[in-house]
């Protein structure tokens, strides 16, 4: 039986693509990303799905960039129902672009212009 040796581990895989929303919401009980809305769309590498409400799709969020600007947990982000651009950093990335608050990996969220 061959053995083909892989270069990518799991938690090294980047996430990223796009989505539509109201509004986010960073939940300091499960660490998790929500995306609001009634008219929510979700189009990410790993996920594709639309909808109307709360969604969660990204597991746990350790550090949060929205339009360059560093959230809090518990924070709630209006958005302007426009295309977003997503981007889940792997833990390597994070740690040399925002040093050792974002160790555990950074998702960065961007307006798409």
């Not at 790993?46 to 409400?53: A, I």
């Amino acid at each position: 039986m061959e053995h083909i040796q892989s270069d990518t581990k799991p938690t090294s895989k980047k996430i990223f693509g796009t989505f539509y929303a109201s509004e986010l919401f960073w939940s300091a009980e499960n660490n998790e990303l929500y995306v609001r809305g009634s008219h929510v769309k979700v189009s990410l590498n790993t996920q594709k799905f639309t909808g109307s409400g709360q969604f969660s799709f990204l597991n746990k969020v350790s550090y949060l960039v929205v339009n360059r600007t560093p959230m809090n947990l518990n924070d709630t982000i209006p958005l302007s129902d426009k295309k977003y651009s997503l981007v889940k950093l792997t833990q390597e990335e994070a740690l040399k672009k925002y040093g050792d608050t974002a160790r555990m990996g950074a998702v960065e969220i961007t307006l798409d212009e």
